[in-house]
Each structure stands twice: as structure tokens, then as C-alpha cells.
């Protein structure tokens, strides 16, 4: 068991910021990353869907021997988490959601917190929900965000465009909050034009808080590989697997060796 | 046969500009409208994936009566017309790419003719293949426009941010054509900023332009509706039924009697 790989899924790319934070904090470990990419953006979809895919993929990973599920979509783990955590008691199944809002409640002195992602995560109010399950006294200030994902897709994550919506997005957020989860897994790519105009205000990312709670479940459950730098990534995507391999690299920040292509879903 | 309604698809709200400018010169006709709102967006996804959710979106409208049917969306237009033609034989199928290159070339005098859309439909070059059968001296400059569909679905189709998007995406068509095609159903909601920085270039806005070939298409079939004033407006989704009642007023002009919610696909 302990050898076998870890299994990651997200709507598309942007999971592969999750990857890229496990392979540096965990690299005995092999990773499976299934990317929905006929069916993102999951953002504006319904509950019921984003279950059904979710579902579909787990039971995919979990034939392909994963050891433990992480879900690397802040709008899945919203969604359906606790469904994938009902329905497949065996292995550990983590989203982001948890780690990354303990992570924030460290951060923050003044208890004020913001969360940016995307419509159907802001509108579940799991952020707010988790954060106050760390601690009832945290003000949870959300926003949703939704050109933001576009803007990373098509690559404009700096210039004059890219600043006039992070200021038309986050200029509420100024003098409120002094920390600001990043709540979706391609926001990571915009910190540094988020940080430029929230200038004082701490960045969560979730990507790293998640690896390293992802760490820690493995140590405590005796998961962890034994395999020294084993670290072997093979993706799978629901459509255009050469797509995904090129803008892949961006996520990732280094080469992808080329998906194969699920397409019986 | 002739009073049966018209089936109208599209992968989510921009179709219903055509239905609009369908009610405007039509107003015998009743509409079904098929909105794939579950998979949406067609301009990213691959060819073999849109020509499978046309066939049954085709299917399922024949099913319903459907007595012709209109691809009121660029990219199933310029990936699965002919697929969706050669299946149906029984019904007329018209898609929004044939009507808008020949409303183009009666408005262009220099025969340099722009073309904007998505991903999907520039790389398709199902544009400059319609043109060019039209005539061949055409001289075609496309340009794909991705942020444009995430920016009207946002409804921020003012303001400074899409005006600079305009400008980074049109730039190089200046001083080049003469007439500009806005190749996705979207792009009639943002047809003001556009013009206001083309200036001089004629758009042509497909809508209106498939309307009218439609109502040409009914009078050579003999398949005109003899029902005065029906005019009546059927929805179905395959997600999200109350955003698209609520959204669909935008694009429509008109309330929306709520949608109904397809989830068998």
C-alpha cells in the first residue's frame, strides 16, 4: 500500500499548483493527476454535477491503485467532499478547503479574513464555515472572482487588464481583512498582481497548505512511500490531451510527460 | 409539419441573440431553445467532443419536433454542421457560419474581411473556408478572442477593463479591413465597445444574419407556421435552469419562462 501513488484530481490545470507543492515537501511519493478538462470550468456548474464528476473520478483513481484522494479544486472539495468521504471509507480523501483556512487562522492577527475564488465556492460558504470551525470569532469576508481564471488561462497575469480587475475584484477587501485565503487552484498564478495592490495583506495559498496537511496524514496513517525519489507524475485528461501537456508546464514549472486521454466518462 | 417549431442549440446563452432576431422576423414561429449550459464552453473543448453533445442536442430537438434546426453557436457550427447534416437528412439544418460570410461579403467593398471568435472556431478556419467559397479574392485576418464570452457573461460590457481587452485583441485589424464578422453569439452584447474602437469597419453580427436565411429557407421548403402570432418560447438546460431564466433576459430582451432541466444526457 504504502508505495502505491497518490492520487490528485482538479477541473483542469490549475490542480497542478497541488502538484507542484506535494513533489517539493514529498518527493518519495508517485502521483496520479486526473485534470476534467471536457468538463471545466466546474465553477459555474451545480452541486449535483460537480458530485457526479467527482464520484466518477475518485472510483477512476481508486482503480488505478491511489493510495489516499486529494482534491485539488476548492469548488469539488466545497461540493463534494463529504460525499467522496461517505462513499469511500478506505482511503484517506483531503481537499483543500480545511488546510488552507487552518492555515489562514494562523496567519491572521486581526481575525478579519478574506476568500477569493470562484462563484459556486464562494457561494457554498464552505470557507466561512471552516474558518469558523477553527475558531467561531474569525469575520469571513468573501468574494467571487470569476475572470480571474480566464485571465491565467489565456496567460495575462500582468499588465494594465489584469491590475483593473484585481482592483475592480479586491478594492473592497482593502483596510478590512489582514489575511486573504486564495480559495481556487489557479489563483496562485496571480499572486504577484494580487499582492501588488493588496500590498500588507498575507496571501494563503492553498496548494502549500495542503500538501503539507497532506504530509502529515500520511505520516500518521504509516503511508508514506519508501521508494527514495521515486516521484513519478502521470496525468490523465477527459479531452485535448496536447493542450494540457503545453500549458501544463506554466502550473507545473516543469515539462509533463504527454496525458492519455479518458474518454469513456 | 409547418406549424412545428424551429430548434434552436447552443452551448448556453448566446444563442439566444438569435432567437431574438428569429422572434423579430418571424413571429409566427414557435422555438425550442436548447441551452447545453452543463457543457459549456464548445470553444475550448476538442472536435470529437462537439460533434458527440450536437448530435444530441439534434436528436433530442427531432425528438421534440423540431421541423429545422439552427447551430445558433460558432464552434458546433464550424465543428459538427456537416456531421449533423449528413445524419438528419429529413430536416433542414443551418448553421450561423454560411449566412454571416455572405452578409460580409456584400458589405465589404476592399474584400479584406476580419473574423473574431473563439479558439475553437478561428483554428477550425471554418470562416475563411465559408469566405472563400463566396469569393475567392476574400483576404481573411482571423483572431481568436477568448476573454470576450467570460467578460459579457460577467456583464461587464463597459468600462475601462473590456475596452482595454478590445484593444489588446483588435489592435492589428486597424487600417487592415474593411468589415468585421463577431463570430460567437456572444459578441452581438459588446458590439458598442467594439465599434466605438473599430470606428469605420462595418460589423456583422451573425444573429441577424442567420435569421433572415432561416426565413428564406422555410419559404423555399414551403414549412412557414400558418399560426398567427404563436411565437412561443420553449428553454431546456442541462444545468443551472434558474441562472439561465435570470441571465437569458440579457441576451434575449424579454423575460424567459423558466427553462426546463435536461439531465439525462
Redesign the interface.
Same mark, same amino acid.
Given at each position: 500500500m504504502k508505495n502505491k501513488p497518490i492520487g490528485v484530481f482538479d477541473s483542469g490545470l490549475g490542480g497542478l499548483t497541488v502538484v507542484k507543492a506535494l513533489k517539493e515537501i514529498l518527493p518519495n511519493e508517485s502521483i496520479l493527476y486526473f485534470g476534467d478538462t =471536457?468538463?471545466l470550468p466546474y465553477g459555474?456548474?451545480?452541486r449535483? $454535477?460537480i458530485i457526479q464528476y467527482s464520484m466518477q473520478i475518485a472510483n477512476f483513481l481508486i482503480k488505478n491503485d491511489a493510495k489516499m484522494i486529494i482534491v485539488a479544486c476548492n469548488t469539488a472539495t466545497a461540493m463534494a467532499l463529504e460525499v467522496l468521504k461517505n462513499n469511500f471509507k478506505d482511503i484517506p480523501i483531503i481537499g483543500v478547503i480545511e488546510p488552507g483556512s487552518i492555515q489562514a487562522s494562523l496567519d491572521s492577527k486581526s481575525k478579519k479574513i478574506g476568500v477569493i475564488g470562484t462563484v459556486a465556492t464562494i457561494n457554498s460558504k464552505a470557507y466561512d464555515i471552516a474558518l469558523n470551525l477553527v475558531d467561531k470569532e474569525i469575520q469571513v469576508f468573501s468574494k467571487e472572482c470569476? $475572470?480571474f481564471v480566464?485571465?491565467v488561462?489565456?496567460g495575462?497575469v500582468e499588465g494594465? =487588464?489584469i491590475n $483593473?480587475?484585481v482592483e475592480?475584484y479586491l478594492s473592497s477587501f482593502k483596510n478590512n481583512i489582514d489575511t486573504m485565503i486564495l480559495g481556487c487552484t489557479h489563483y496562485p498564478l496571480l499572486k504577484p498582481v494580487i499582492k501588488d495592490f493588496v500590498k500588507d495583506i498575507n496571501l494563503v495559498d492553498s496548494a502549500s497548505a495542503i500538501a503539507t496537511h497532506a504530509k502529515s496524514i500520511l505520516i500518521k496513517k504509516s503511508l508514506m512511500s519508501e521508494v527514495v525519489n521515486s516521484n513519478e507524475l502521470e496525468c490523465f485528461v477527459t !479531452? $485535448?490531451p496536447r493542450k494540457f501537456e503545453k500549458l501544463g508546464e506554466i502550473f507545473l514549472g516543469e515539462t509533463i510527460k504527454q496525458p492519455q486521454l479518458i !474518454?469513456d466518462f
Open positions: =471536457a468538463r459555474v456548474k451545480s449535483d $454535477l470569476p $475572470l480566464p485571465f488561462e489565456e495575462m494594465e =487588464a $483593473l480587475i475592480h !479531452d $485535448l !474518454d
